[in-house]
């Protein structure tokens, strides 16, 4: 006789978030902190209006480009209200070497004017009121919180949404789904810096095409099914 269904559906194990442990998750974040202990973003800027522009500008564009374009923009134009007077046109001129440059240029203007007649010309700390302006996503938001209000935030990045789910540490199919995951397993003392160690670790150490394993400094711990080589001894201090 076939048993009810809510009896087979008690026996299904707990699906868990992640492929580690609470204690492997803390020991992969402490050795991340003592590889860099004051992580960067890579974006130049000068406040956090610039910051915004920035990150806004960096859609679809790499961060060596973006400093690139913004260095002499950001010169003239560091406030909402410089950049509304510079205008759509010469803002333009310095971006033409981003992709999408023309509608970044109108979206930089448009969130320029936008935070003069609601916000008195400052970058509101609320993610609600960032999503809100021109061309400004979640991701956008979560980098802007974080970096400038230093809130911990976690901005789901290309880099970030393929180390989550190569590794398992916190697999989603979209980036709002790794978001949630990551915030609800990394431990809160490292969740301040998260977003940049993970960043930097998959730009650098943790590769799109090739994994550079044997530079990884949680590869003992790694649970990737694919590694480039033997794992080796880590290189920062053990726990215990």
Known sequence: MEKPKSQKAARRPHRRISAYSRDEISEIFRRFSIQRPEPRGELEHVNPFTLLVAVVLSAQATDVGVNKATRGLFE?????????????????????????????????????????????????????????????????????????FGQPTMAVDTHIFRIANRLSLAPGKTPEEVEKALVSVIPEEYLHHAHHWLILHGRYVCKARKPDCPACVIADICKAPEKTTDVPAPLVELAG
């Open 76 to 148: 003239i134009a560091d406030t909402p209200e410089k950049m509304v007077a510079l205008g759509e046109e010469k803002v333009g001129d310095h971006i033409r070497t981003i992709g999408l440059w023309r509608n970044k240029a109108k979206n930089v203007i448009a969130l320029s004017q936008a935070l003069i007649d609601e916000h008195d010309g400052e970058v509101p700390g609320d993610r609600n009121a960032l999503v809100k302006l021109p061309g400004v996503g979640r991701k956008t938001a979560n980098v802007v919180l974080n970096m400038a």
